[in-house]
């Protein structure tokens, strides 16, 4: 039967010493999956801005170093660029052993690698209904956003168990109501929504604290380039008036990631400007 560990290792805190200081993740080092552009990419920069070092992982060999020699410049902390595809196992724990080789340790991780796709012109430019994706589309991206993540935790478990780190899983709120044309992203991060809670369970008691959120819609992503490739969003149906920023997201990653934030885990946090709750009269 399951037995959890008997290690306490989380310690009551004082927020205002344990939040949004200058030094906040001194010593630290966060791996993501996604990080090359988008919510993680601002992710990555607040937490190297707050004196962390990282390494990000992308398909994209040469778009990744890019980015890592940006997020180096802009913070004047160590971006670790490696290649790997979340659907590759092999691939991630490769690139988990060379950020443990580079930097001694990986406390937190961002699993933000996505996938989903554009309006296809010959289907009148919709996104794809259920009947219009093969079974290969539906899989792909079940592959990328739900084994992804699976794979990427087990790469790094050993490692974040070292250090009693933390998890971030980057879900969405499309799969809380049948949202038409995403069936393939929804059944995916459904799936993420529950890992998640199990990693939570299985893990907590080690120190480990397993957080995350569900986002929609944030300006100036891949995926909202794709979810509404002409910018046209209706933005009355969005209480904050406005779409996000990947800055605001950011914000939630420091606090999660902060002591402040210890007593909290497998808890999913919806930061979408109050979209999600939103129901127009038929
Ligand atoms: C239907 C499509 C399609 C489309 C491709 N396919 N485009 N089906 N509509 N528009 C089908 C192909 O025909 C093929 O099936 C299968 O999908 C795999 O296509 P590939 O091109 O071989 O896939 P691959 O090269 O692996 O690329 C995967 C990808 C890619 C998902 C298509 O775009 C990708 O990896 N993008 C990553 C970045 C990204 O999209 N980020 C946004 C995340 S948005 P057949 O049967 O022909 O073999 C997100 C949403 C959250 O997460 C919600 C926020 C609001």
Known sequence: SFKPSTVQVTKPVTPTTATFRD??????????????????????????????????????????EKAAAQLSKETGRTCLPCQADVRKPEDLKAAAKKAFEKFGRIDFVICGAAGNFDPRADEGGSLAPIEG????????????????????????????????????????????????YQAHVSAA??????????????????????????????????????????????????????????????????????????WITGQVFVVDGGENHVRVPQ
């Open 133 to 180: 994706l093969s079974e290969n589309a539906f899989k792909t991206v079940v592959d990328i956003d739900l084994l992804g993540t699976y794979n990427t935790i087990k790469a790094t478990l050993p490692y974040v168990r070292e250090s009693q780190g933390s998890y971030i899983h980057i879900s969405a709120t499309l799969h809380y109501r049948g949202l038409p």
């Open 23 to 64: 030094d906040l993740f001194k010593g630290k080092v966060v791996l993501s999956t996604g990080g090359r552009s988008g919510i993680v990419y601002k992710m990555i920069r607040v937490m190297m801005a707050h004196g962390a070092d990282a390494a990000i992982l992308g398909r994209n060999g040469p778009e990744n």
């Open 189 to 262: 991060k459904a799936g993420v929504d529950a890992l998640s809670a199990v990693l939570a369970v299985e893990e907590g008691p080690r120190g480990m604290l397993t957080f995350f959120w569900s986002t929609r819609p944030i300006s100036g992503t891949e995926g909202m380039a794709k979810l509404s490739p002409k910018g046209d969003r209706n933005n009355d149906a969005m209480p904050l008036g406005r779409w996000g920023d990947g800055d605001e997201i950011a914000a939630m990653a420091m606090f999660l990631f902060s002591d402040s934030a210890n």
